[in-house]
């Protein structure tokens, strides 16, 4: 079985910064290879969006709408992988609840963003910024 724990959300004021953390941990017997891991998030009554999505190899990419603002790193272990999304120089329109999610395919890059290539996903994570 497959678990992913989102943390890191967080109340800040605009131009600030917040780190995401999920960790994505499987149990000793599940034999998934979780290639692919990505940041979505999604404000009530609208389509969940891709926000950043990265590999094993790694390679990674980001939405245009958060270009040059948030960074998304991957780190491993024997037990579990951890993937950070970086978020700098917040806007108020970056307010949402964030999921990761992670899935057995290796993406394209322009796949990464697509909710339906993710087999798995977090409970998801409150960000809230504020003028």
């Known amino acids: 079985q497959v678990h992913l724990e989102e943390s890191g959300g967080g109340s800040v004021q605009a131009g600030g910064s917040l780190r995401l953390s999920c960790v994505v941990s499987r149990n000793s017997g599940a034999d998934d290879r979780l290639y692919s891991v990505a940041w979505f998030r999604q404000a009530p009554g609208k389509e969940r969006e891709g926000v950043a999505g990265?590999?094993?190899?790694?390679?990674?990419?980001?939405a245009d709408s958060v270009y040059g603002r948030f960074t998304i790193t991957i780190s491993k272990d024997s037990a579990a992988k951890t993937v950070y999304l970086q978020m700098t120089r917040l806007k108020p329109e970056d307010t949402d609840m964030y999921y990761c999610?992670?899935?057995?395919?290796?993406?394209?890059?322009?796949?990464?963003?697509?909710?339906?290539?993710?087999?798995?996903w977090g409970q998801g994570t409150q960000v809230t910024v504020s003028a």
């Open positions: 999610a992670a899935g057995n395919d290796i993406l394209m890059r322009w796949e990464r963003f697509r909710p339906d290539k993710y087999k798995y």
């Open positions: 990265i590999d094993d190899h790694p390679s990674e990419n980001v």
